[in-house]
Structure formats: C-alpha cells, structure tokens
C-alpha cells in the first residue's frame, strides 16, 4: 500500500481520501502560485519543446487544450504546435457546476467568458468530442495518478466520452514542483496516460487505452 504524503500521524484520527487530497491539492498549488513568473513562462515553452512534435494523433485529431488561468503552465505554445501538425483544437466550457462540454477553437473566433475564471469559444463553435484531453491538475504520482480542482468536471466528461464508446486519452498538465509520492486514489478517479511537464513526456500506460 502506497504512503500518502502527511498521511495520519500516531494519535490523530482517521483522514479520508478527500480531505488528504484537499491537503495535497493545497499544498501543491501554493508551490505552483510560489514559482516566478519568467520561471512559468519558460517552463511553459519547454513542454511545446518536450512535447510538440511527440504526443501521437492522426491529422485531423480533436485536442482539447485549456486557457491557462492563475498560476496554470500556458500550453498555447503546445497548442500552436499540434494544430500545425493538423490537429483539430477545442476548449472546454463550463455548464453548469455539473458539466463541461467542448467547443471547436477556430484562429480569429472571439473568445468569451466560460465559467471559473476560463475564456473559451461562444455558442455558435461546434461541440466536439475530444480524442486526447489536455488537463491541468493540482497534483500527480508516478503511477498516473491525479488531483483535479475538486470539481471533478473533467471526470464526468470523461465518463459520459466512455458512455459513448470513446477512449479519450488524457495527457495531465503540470509543473515538477506538484508531483507527491502517492495520490490517495478512489474508485472514482481517472487515470492519467501521460504527464508533461517543464522536464519531459512521460508515458503511463500505452497511449489509447483506458485509464
């Protein structure tokens, strides 16, 4: 059994899995906020670097990015790239508390507010169903674990993908400072395939499977 990082200390009570990942989650982006501007900046370049010509998709793929807020890695570098490559871009938008959908990232479309603080295409874009997901995290484990924002839009989305018979892969985005040594994981969560970060592509399982 995998030891969690500030996992239950002698005379203490018993921590569920969600309170050690909101301690995780905290910890991890307070690190994440801490990193100097510049230091963000160029490790944002380094995945387009790591990354761009590596993940493996078909022309004409639909990649889901994000637009980056707070203190999140900027992947449009990342996104620039693969959409040379032929790769057809979408953001996710929130709904409501309960869904994301995808909408089709078009050069030129106007972006407009799209819950939590994200930009992404309006109503007219066309919805899509992503092939590989672009996901940004609190944090992660060597075994492609992860810690989402707490909302777990991206797992449903995932979830009502597979209920379709569609096998996303899903590619975590972070920086080095928010990996830990296990995620208290639950039946519920989503594997990653793979991470990037400023220090490479790492691949968790063979890409197309489920996680």
């Known amino acids: 059994m995998a030891v969690w990082e500030g996992q239950d200390q002698p005379g203490m009570g018993r921590v569920t899995p969600k309170e050690q990942k909101a301690e995780l989650r905290n910890r991890k982006l307070a690190l994440r906020d801490a990193m100097p501007v510049q230091e963000r900046i160029e490790a944002s370049l380094a995945m387009a670097e790591h990354a761009g010509d590596i993940?493996?998709?078909?022309?004409?793929?639909?990649?889901?990015?994000?637009?980056?807020?707070?203190?999140?890695a900027d992947i449009r570098p990342l996104m620039a790239r693969l959409a040379e490559r032929g790769a057809?871009?979408?953001?996710?938008?929130?709904?409501?508390?309960?869904?994301?959908?995808?909408?089709?990232?078009?050069?030129?479309?106007?972006?407009?507010k799209t819950g939590f603080g994200t930009t992404g295409p309006g109503p007219e874009a066309e919805e899509l169903d992503p092939e590989i997901l672009l996901v940004p995290l609190s944090a992660f484990d060597a075994g492609g674990h992860r810690i989402g924002y707490g909302a777990g839009h991206y797992d449903r989305a995932i979830g009502r993908l597979r209920a379709k018979g569609l096998t996303p892969r899903l590619i975590g985005i972070a920086f080095d400072c928010?990996?830990?040594?296990?995620?208290?994981?639950?039946?519920?969560?989503?594997?990653?395939?793979?991470?990037?970060?400023?220090?490479?592509?790492?691949?968790f399982k063979e890409q197309g499977g489920q996680g």
């Open 178 to 203: 928010q990996e830990v040594s296990a995620v208290p994981a639950e039946a519920h969560d989503v594997a990653l395939d793979a991470i990037l970060t400023e220090t490479g592509f790492r691949i």
């Open 88 to 112: 057809r871009l979408c953001l996710p938008v929130v709904l409501d508390r309960e869904r994301i959908i995808f909408r089709e990232l078009l050069r030129g479309a106007p972006l407009v």
């Open 55 to 72: 993940i493996a998709f078909e022309p004409g793929a639909v990649i889901s990015g994000f637009s980056p807020i707070r203190s999140e």
